[in-house]
């Protein structure tokens, strides 16, 4: 069965950041991502949302100081200079926490800028600044950043209360947590679900089975052109993929008995993982997984009316809308022997920098600002993912149905592995994925790509 998933009062904040400007701000610009490097982080940069309309397509920009997110212009974006309290953020999430700094401003007398780096480069570019001892004090990202910063001395540890821990969704605060030591604080969780055109699939599919079998019978009756509508792409998607491979247990790495994953080995090759392998297979077979589907197009296949069922997530909903399509969120439908889809969870966080010229003001920005409702509710309404804090996933609940089907799929997933072993495994089991589905064999495609992974891991 799948698993269920105030006010800021600060006294001396000013004296604080005064002390703080006696650091060193010659080194103010970050360097730029080695070359040849990838961004490895699956939710963003690997799923529709990020492809097409997280911006990383476009060239790195940033917010100059006094300009707001509109006046963009080509640079590195500006480290912080123990003035003022520096985040950097995509242009997406500086759109949504900007306005909401105004509160922090006017209880501190600190004044916040918000600085926009291009997403594909933001993980990089934070990481290099930092190690050169210059950078934001904060930035915004995902938690499957956090093993590989935690690694390279880049995030500072954060201390909440117990109490308010346990006032965000278990789930999120597991994705911050590295080695038993909290390094962020979460404000969204999501995951994929299935999206079903109402007018086309009024009710919901029981299994995987019926969804094909449904979707084959609209295709030759001329409704519908597609099955379903799912990224993949001639490259692969191990995070879209990930539900189906995870079917009949753990797809990548064993998970620990305290949490997370045991990085010192895969389990690409196990029993369990390739016979997910082999419903990807079947779904390739059918048609219902294709290859041809990819970033650009997953979307629009969707809201032109081309299928009638579609796997994403969140960041879909605002095209899906903007063309008034009539929709629903289900979970990803089981398979008739059992195995049950297993999404992975992306958690959106705050990190703080290890070379933070203001650490105790960026410290107090996320311990106390950060998990506050008002700052939880304002991310969602700008970006549309749920709140990472009940309280506040509670109240857009009252006023957004999705928010609570959206937790419905949710169910029975699991953080995405934050360990940086993570970065050996995505390229290698994406392009199994789009390989199996393009009908090489299952338990073959699923060994070779078990050994590239163990040789970038350095084993056999």
């Not at 000013?14 to 400007?21: D, K, V």
């Not at 753990?250 to 994953?261: H, K, S, T, V, Y």
């Not at 197009?297 to 879909?316: E, L, R």
């Not at 960026?362 to 998990?371: L, S």
Request: hydrophobic share 40%; charged share 20%; glycine share 10%.
């Amino acid at each position: 069965m799948k698993r269920t998933t105030g006010a800021i009062a600060m006294a001396g904040i000013t004296a604080l950041l005064l002390t703080a400007c006696g650091g060193d701000t010659e080194s103010d610009d970050p360097t730029t991502p080695a070359a040849g490097e990838e961004e490895s982080e699956a939710p963003e940069g690997d799923d529709e949302g990020a492809a097409t309309d997280e911006g990383e397509a476009g060239e790195e920009t940033a917010a100059p100081e006094g300009d707001d997110a509109a006046g963009e212009t080509a640079g590195p974006p500006a480290a912080s200079d123990g003035t003022s309290l520096v985040i950097w953020a995509d242009d997406l999430r500086a759109a949504a926490i900007e306005p909401l700094t105004e509160t922090f401003t006017a209880d501190t007398g600190v004044e916040v800028k918000v600085q926009i780096v291009a997403q594909e480069k933001l993980r990089e570019q934070f990481k290099d600044a930092v190690g050169q001892g210059a950078g934001p004090d904060i930035t915004i990202g995902a938690h499957d950043w956090l093993g590989e910063l935690v690694q390279n001395n880049v995030v500072a540890p954060v201390q909440i209360a117990p109490d308010t821990a346990e006032q965000f969704v278990p789930e999120s605060i597991e994705a911050v947590t590295f080695e038993g030591q909290l390094y962020a604080v979460p404000y969204s969780v999501e995951s994929l679900a299935l999206i079903r055109n109402t007018d086309l699939a009024p009710e919901v599919p029981a299994t995987m089975e019926a969804l094909v079998a449904d979707g084959e019978a609209m295709v030759e009756a001329g409704d519908t052109e597609l099955i379903l509508a799912q990224e993949l792409g001639k490259e692969g998607n191990a995070f879209s993929m990930y539900p189906y491979l995870a079917a009949y247990g753990p797809g990548i790495f064993p998970l620990l008995d305290e949490g997370g994953f045991d990085g010192s080995e895969a389990i690409l090759d196990s029993p369990e993982t390739i016979q997910g392998a082999e419903k990807l297979a079947w779904l390739g077979e059918t048609g219902a997984l294709s290859t041809n589907q990819d970033a650009a197009n997953v979307i629009p296949n969707f809201v032109d009316g081309k299928a009638a069922y579609m796997v994403s997530g969140p960041w879909a909903i605002d095209q899906i809308t903007e063309a008034g399509i009539n929709y629903a969120i289900d979970p990803i439908p089981d398979f008739e022997d059992g195995g049950e889809t297993s999404p992975f969870l992306g958690v959106q966080a705050f990190y703080v920098s290890a070379e933070s010229l203001n650490p105790q003001i960026a410290q107090t920005f996320v311990q106390e600002y950060v998990p506050s409702e008002e700052v939880q509710v304002g991310m969602f309404e700008a970006d549309r993912r749920p709140p990472a804090l009940t309280a506040a996933a509670e109240q857009v609940q009252a006023q957004d149905d999705d928010v609570e089907a959206w937790a419905t799929a949710a169910e029975g997933g699991i953080p995405m592995p934050n360990i940086p072993q993570m970065n050996a495994v995505w390229g290698p089991l994406g392009k199994a994925t789009a390989d199996i589905v393009d009908g090489a064999d299952p338990a073959e495609r699923m060994g070779t790509a078990q050994t590239e992974v163990a040789t970038a891991l350095g084993g056999k």
